[in-house]
């Protein structure tokens, strides 16, 4: 069973920056598969905002592209988000997940437990 374990989250003002990590010991990294981040608001839905493929390829989402950057390390089995230039919006709590496709949260199996990111203006 994969479980996935984020970390890096807090607080931080508008304009700064967080690294958040997710390990995922177990995890097997299979030609189309994806790891991802997601984010989820109070009072929202969760959604997709950055992935990245087993060869490293990567999809985010328009509001986050040129702020945000997902990479992996593989031989760690860490996933990571770095995030510049924070905005309040930013403000949820944020999912690593894995062996998925894309940014489809349903297509996901493993879930960690979650990171909250709250940005204050």
């Known amino acids: 069973q994969v479980q996935p374990v984020e970390s890096g989250g807090g607080s931080v003002q508008a304009g700064g920056s967080l690294r958040l990590s997710c390990v995922a010991p177990?995890?097997?990294?299979?030609?189309?598969?994806?790891m991802s981040w997601f984010s989820q608001a109070p009072g929202k839905e969760r959604e997709g905002i950055a992935s990245?493929?087993?060869?490293?390829?990567?999809i985010y989402r328009d509001f986050v592209k040129g702020r945000f950057t997902i990479s992996q390390d593989k031989a760690k089995n860490t996933l990571y988000l770095q995030m510049n230039t924070l905005k309040p919006e930013d403000t949820a709590m944020y999912y690593c997940?894995?062996?998925?496709?894309?940014?489809?949260?349903?297509?996901?199996?493993?879930w960690g437990q979650g990171t909250q990111v709250t940005v204050s203006s």
């Open positions: 177990g995890y097997t990294y299979i030609d189309g598969h994806w």
């Open positions: 990245i493929s087993a060869t490293g390829g990567t």
């Open positions: 997940a894995a062996g998925g496709m894309h940014l489809s949260p349903a297509t996901y199996n493993y």
